[in-house]
């Protein structure tokens, strides 16, 4: 079974302040984890992934995000924030380490809120 | 890059009636596609995994006569919810998975928000 774990419902921070938004998994096996970006009453859209290689992953819009394998964790990272990052935010992951049908487990959500 | 459509982007219905929503991959070849649901401020949760040409599989609890899931073809994938009620009013959002997309990844529709009255 894999699960992942958005402790923060709301994390609200003001425009040019970094930002942090965390997230916890659990997986069998190697971890391939993902950072989505959801604007009200849109689809998902992909802002990062990590598979293997750099803990550190670079993503779409200057977003970055730390893969740390001993505390489980690949909290979501922009060193500052828009008004424009305002979101809900999703991480998900996957088990890669065999065959499988390619499903995401995504966490809750966490509302990001940037204040001018 | 990798663009999934869903037909349509809203939908209003009665209630006991059928409503099919439409995913498409535009430019490229989607051999396994998912189907999401989402209720309002919470996470999206996965109904079903559907391979071209194939039964769709359906996760624990979700009604496959209920959720009728054809993925007939390559670049599209379709999800009839049947005899529609007011707790079927939800964010329906697909994501499709190509042969050579890069490890792990899938693409996200723009959902489609159906209300049932």
């Known amino acids: 079974a894999q699960s992942v774990a958005q402790p923060e419902d709301q994390v609200n921070v003001a425009e040019g302040n970094p930002l942090t938004v965390k997230c916890t998994y659990s997986?069998?096996?190697?971890?391939?984890l993902f950072w989505y970006v959801q604007y009200p009453n849109r689809g998902l859209q992909f802002l990062l992934k990590?598979?293997?290689?750099?803990?550190l992953v670079k993503g779409s819009y200057g977003f970055e995000a730390e893969f740390n394998k001993s505390q489980t964790s690949f909290h979501l990272k922009k060193p500052s924030a828009l008004v424009s990052d305002s979101a809900l935010y999703f991480c998900?992951?996957?088990?890669?380490?065999?065959?499988?049908?390619?499903?995401?487990?995504f966490g809750k959500g966490t509302k990001l809120s940037v204040i001018p | 890059g990798a663009v999934v459509s869903q037909h349509p982007s809203w939908v209003i219905c009665k209630s006991g009636t059928s409503v099919k929503i439409e995913c498409r991959s535009l430019?490229?070849?989607?051999?396994?596609m998912f189907w999401y649901r989402q209720f309002p401020k919470q996470s999206l949760m996965l109904m079903a995994t559907s391979n071209e040409g194939s039964k769709a599989t359906y996760e624990q609890g979700v009604e496959k006569d209920k959720f009728l899931i054809n993925h007939a073809s390559l670049t599209l994938s379709t999800l009839t919810v049947t005899s529609a009620h007011p707790e079927d009013s939800s964010f329906y959002i697909c994501?499709?998975?190509?042969?050579?997309?890069?490890?792990?990844?899938?693409?996200f529709g723009p959902g489609t928000r159906l209300t049932v009255t």
């Open positions: 990590y598979i293997t290689g750099d803990n």
């Open positions: 994501s499709a998975r190509g042969r050579t997309s890069a490890a792990a990844e899938q693409y």
């Open positions: 430019d490229f070849q989607a051999t396994t």
């Open positions: 998900a992951v996957r088990d890669g380490s065999g065959a499988g049908s390619y499903q995401l487990t």
């Open positions: 997986v069998s096996g190697n971890p391939y």
